[in-house]
């Protein structure tokens, strides 16, 4: 059998889950993204290609001026998750009809960009917090990303809380901060209640947003993921398609809607 018709047999089950689900969910990753023009971390042109891991912890961040100052550069000229300049693509927008269509209740994701909610999906769980927004570490107040990147561009290379004078972060967890505990608590209610679990992008390398497939797989969920590339945890699923998201989801979504409507 050729990879085609295999891809095509893979979608049409998933499509079937899909039809019949009741308490779906999606996850997703970074993959989801990428055809938004917004780089994964592990891919061949990943965040982490370019970037020292091991200086984006929250301690690094609180105890060095000038590693704040290269990240407020960095936003200032496009090179971060707080950019404005990129679009939902037709994975995120696939998955937000998924939603309106009840397949699923809502999306689980690890990416901080927004796009989920941007492409209409209305009950989303973001892990690792959002880079559309700008806190106050001290007394987290937050801000939409402009008001604070214009304060950069107008000359404070390191801006500071205006009401507390804390220090300023994007909204986003990094390493050796503590995901959102209701969050997560919410995502593993939805984890161990899905019928239906569907991850879409994502190395599944990343503890412990990578628990949630497991979980839902224990609980009886027909389980299937769409990934460029294989995983460590493709063992454990029902259906794998190696695939892009966008045309795979365009091509589940076009299924689903002749079962749902
Ligand atoms: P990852 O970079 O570890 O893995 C991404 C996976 O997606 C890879 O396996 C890759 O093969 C696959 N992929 C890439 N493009 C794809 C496409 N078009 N269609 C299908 N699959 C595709 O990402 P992760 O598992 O989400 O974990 C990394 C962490 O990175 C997360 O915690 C997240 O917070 C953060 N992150 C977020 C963004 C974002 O918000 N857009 C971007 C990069 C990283």
């Known amino acids: ?47 982490w290609k370019r970037n020292d891991a091991s200086k984006f912890t929250i301690q690094n961040y609180v105890q060095d001026p000038e590693h704040r100052k290269e990240r407020w550069r960095q936003a200032v000229e496009g090179q971060s998750f707080m950019r404005t300049d990129v679009q939902p693509n037709a994975g995120h927008v696939a998955l937000a009809r998924l939603e309106q269509l009840g397949s699923i209740r809502g999306v689980i994701t690890q990416n901080v960009d927004g796009l989920h909610q941007e492409a209409g999906s209305v009950n989303v769980l973001e892990l690792h917090g959002t880079a559309k927004k700008i806190g ?37 967890i990094s390493f050796g901060q503590q995901l959102p505990t209701d969050v997560v608590e919410e995502a593993q209610r939805w984890s161990v209640e899905a019928d239906f679990f569907l991850v879409v992008g994502s190395s599944l390398v990343v503890s412990p947003a990578n628990a949630f497939p497991g979980v839902a797989k224990r609980m009886g969920a027909n389980l299937a993921i769409v990934n460029r590339e294989p995983t460590d945890l493709d063992g454990m699923f029902d259906e794998v398609v190696l695939a892009d998201a966008g045309p795979t989801l365009t091509a589940l979504i076009e299924r689903v809607e002749r079962v749902r409507t």
């Not at 402009?146 to 004078?165: N, S």
Request: charged share 20%; aromatic share 8%.
């Open 136 to 172: 106050c570490l001290s007394c987290g107040e937050r801000w939409p990303v402009p008001v604070i990147l214009e304060r950069v561009q107008a000359g404070e290379d390191d801006p500071q809380c205006t009401y507390c004078g804390g220090i300023l972060k994007s909204a986003t």
């Open 1 to 47: 059998m050729g990879t085609i018709p295999r891809v095509n047999d893979a979608i049409e089950r998933i499509a079937t889950w899909a039809g019949q689900a009741k308490t779906g969910v999606a996850f997703t990753g970074a993959g989801i993204s990428t055809e938004s023009g917004i780089p994964d971390f592990r891919g061949p042109n990943g965040f």
